[in-house]
């Protein structure tokens, strides 16, 4: 069965940062592609960052404009999202997401960030 | 900034037939854009339904499908159950970036 399980997440002041981690089983994780998808308080989703298999590619929202950085430890079996800088507007319940072929299948439950002085 | 539109909300009764569109603010969406259809249910994270325009994921109910209409990906369910009742969100896929609609609300009343 597949499962993903994000963590890391918490309240964090404004300019802070923030590593989420994703720990992935039930699937051969260094085969797929992962992908971080964020949705804050009533709101819709927002695609934030998506890496290669192997780690070589990345893509990012424009909107984040450098502030994220995406990684993973296929070791591990394992998916980072390293966040700084952070503003209010970061609010959100962060998921991962396995991709096949750049499109997002299983998902994990999220968790929760939260920006607030 | 690419903008990628959906109906803010349907309604549909029991039974019958609805489609929700995604439009993207660069032009016609195609194949090329893998179109992506998400359900999510409140409290629940989203759901895969389509993937690559049309295709089923394999725990897909048979009542959707997924197309190209007009230039716009689209979402029909037909045979609508009170159970569909959720948000519906389109992604697609610009170069690098995906890019995620604003979400349908589709009441079943």
């Known amino acids: 069965e597949v499962q993903l399980v994000e963590s890391g997440g918490g309240l964090v002041q404004p300019g802070g940062s923030l590593r989420l981690s994703c720990g992935a089983s039930g699937f051969i994780f260094s085969s797929y592609s992962m992908t971080w998808v964020r949705q804050a308080p009533g709101k819709g989703l927002e695609w934030v960052s998506y890496?290669?298999?192997?780690?070589?590619?990345?893509y990012y929202a424009d909107s984040l404009k450098g502030r994220f950085t995406i990684s993973r430890d296929n070791a591990k079996s394992s998916l980072y999202l390293q966040m700084n800088s952070l503003r209010a507007e970061d609010t959100a319940l962060y998921y991962c997401?396995?991709?096949?072929?750049?499109?997002?299948?299983?998902w994990g439950q999220g968790t929760l960030v939260t920006v607030s002085s | 900034q690419t903008v990628v539109t959906q109906e803010p909300s349907l309604t549909v009764s029991p039974g019958g037939t609805v489609t929700l569109t995604c439009a993207s603010s660069?032009?016609?969406?195609?194949?090329?854009?893998?179109p992506n259809w998400f359900q999510q249910k409140a409290g629940q994270p989203p759901r895969s339904l389509i993937y690559?325009?049309?295709k089923k994921r394999s725990w897909t109910p048979a009542r959707f499908s997924g197309s190209l209409l007009g230039g716009k990906a689209a979402l029909t369910l037909s045979g609508v159950q009170a159970e569909d009742e959720a948000d519906y969100y389109c992604l697609l896929y610009f170069g690098g970036p995906w890019v995620f609609g604003g979400g349908t609300r589709l009441t079943v009343l």
């Open positions: 890496i290669s298999s192997s780690g070589t590619s990345e």
């Open positions: 660069t032009g016609a969406v195609t194949s090329d854009s893998y």
């Open positions: 997401a396995r991709s096949v072929r750049l499109e997002p299948d299983y």
């Open positions: 690559s325009t049309s």
